[in-house]
């Protein structure tokens, strides 16, 4: 096969893919074997029928298409590799026409990754907020602390929101019992909105051994139809009441929870890694901020399939933390009364900004004559690790480039994203604000 590039112009590619005649020939023939216990002709086992007759009786053509799809199939992706195009739709393909014993020339029309000529991306101003550590920052974490290695002791006295309860309950809508409603021994911390509206604040008050009939109405979009809207009544038997003990906040608990000596070094390690960590937050924010700048500044309408593409990866991701939830996809359009078009509807326009943002940041790069470097690609890969590492397996830079194999060229393309990205802050005027007064403008 011979290739021939024609054109690129307004982001569609033009080539012809050239076979010689024994090339068309072979393939021909491969389509022959692969197809001829398909046709039944008199006087002729199935499958047995020569070439040729099939030919007399079907047209000479017959076998034409198949060997078009083969050669096609076999032969386009090492053509746009050869031109290094990147497509992003299916191509369109002319072959004129074809005949037998003769060479073929293929042309070959498709969309590419579109170029666009980006303005007013330097220079911007934004603003990014300086991080602050209060003491009420400092004690909520410490107190996530205090939870992880709290006690459970049970308390004979009336439940209070944050109690962890285990009770019987059965359920009724009028005189009848209903599925799935009855449970023994079950735990319910109250407070944690783990069961539906109303149930949990009914208990409060509850002693153990107390028996308390929880009234409450099913939401109207209740999964179970039969429920869905229904008045019920929950008989319940309380057995037990827990409350959550948290240790004391001193050097002992510092000791027992980290590898600081005192309660003092502790809180300063945890300032310093809520200071790291806000800074970070502010400085995404502000890149954020930017991105949003030149999207605005250089509106337009990005390739149809790739809109198609990141809503199909959109609608699936929506799915998958669904499932997370436990519910699918279809089942939470059956509970609202939507479609899958409708999701599509509401997604579209930050699907759109989002497929466009992207265009315009590679095609600052290309402005820039930014660059993936070795350097670039090992850091990234390292901090790809860092994030997949576990105290049972740790990676490194090599381990994830091996992981991730023929897909590292599409590493590569978001490595180049979020180095334009960094270079677009660093060429921009960052003012830096506190929070307050950003969030007094926000308001």
Request: aromatic share 8%; net charge negative.
């Amino acid at each position: 096969m011979k290739t021939t590039f024609i054109s690129k112009e307004n982001n569609v590619a033009k080539f012809n893919m050239e076979f010689t005649a024994e090339e068309f020939e072979a393939a021909v023939i491969k389509a022959y074997q692969k197809n001829k216990d398909q046709f039944r002709i008199d006087g002729f086992r199935k499958g047995k029928a020569p070439r040729s007759i099939i030919e007399k009786h079907y047209g000479e053509g017959v076998f034409f298409e198949e060997a078009l799809n083969e050669l096609l199939g076999s032969n386009y992706p090492e053509a746009i590799d050869e031109l290094k195009l990147e497509v992003i739709d299916y191509p369109n393909v002319d072959t004129g026409e074809v005949k037998k014993g003769e060479p073929l020339t293929v042309k070959i029309s498709v969309d590419v990754y579109p170029q666009v000529e980006v303005k007013d991306y330097k220079k911007l101003t934004v603003e990014q907020v300086e991080p602050k550590v209060s003491e009420e920052d400092i004690m909520r974490r410490l107190e996530m602390e205090q939870k992880k290695v709290a006690r459970s002791v049970p308390v004979e006295r009336e439940a209070v929101s944050g109690d962890t309860l285990t009770l019987d309950y059965a359920g009724f809508v009028g005189e009848e019992q209903f599925e799935g409603g009855t449970a023994e021994n079950q735990t319910l911390k109250l407070g944690s909105g783990q069961f539906i509206p109303g149930f949990e604040d009914q208990l409060i008050g509850a002693k153990p051994g107390d028996e308390v009939d929880v009234k409450v109405t099913f939401p109207e979009e209740y999964h179970a139809e039969n429920l869905a809207g229904k008045e019920a009544v929950f008989h319940c038997k309380v057995h037990e009441i827990r409350e959550e003990q948290l240790p004391e906040l001193d050097d002992e608990f510092a000791k027992d929870v980290s590898e600081f000596d005192t309660l003092e070094e502790m809180k300063n390690d945890i300032k310093a890694k809520i200071l790291e960590m806000s800074e970070m937050q502010a400085v995404n924010e502000a890149k954020d901020n930017l991105v949003d700048q030149i999207y605005e500044n250089n509106k337009f309408d990005p390739p149809a399939a790739m809109v198609r593409e990141e809503l199909s990866r959109a609608l699936s991701e929506r799915d998958q933390q669904m499932r997370y939830q436990g519910i699918t996809l279809q089942q939470f359009l059956q509970f609202t009364g939507g479609s899958i078009e409708d999701m599509m509807n509401e997604m579209r326009p930050d699907v759109e900004k989002r497929v466009a943002s992207r265009i315009l940041l590679r095609s600052i790069a290309d402005q820039e004559k930014l660059e993936v470097t070795d350097e670039d690609l090992d850091k990234e890969l390292s901090r790809m690790a860092e994030i997949y590492s576990s105290p049972e397996k740790k990676y490194d830079a090599e381990e994830m480039r091996k992981l991730l194999g023929a897909e590292i060229d599409n590493f590569k393309k978001d490595v180049i994203i979020t180095k334009t990205i960094d270079y677009i802050y660093d060429n921009s005027n960052i003012k830096k604000v506190k929070k307050e007064e950003k969030k007094e403008k926000e308001d």
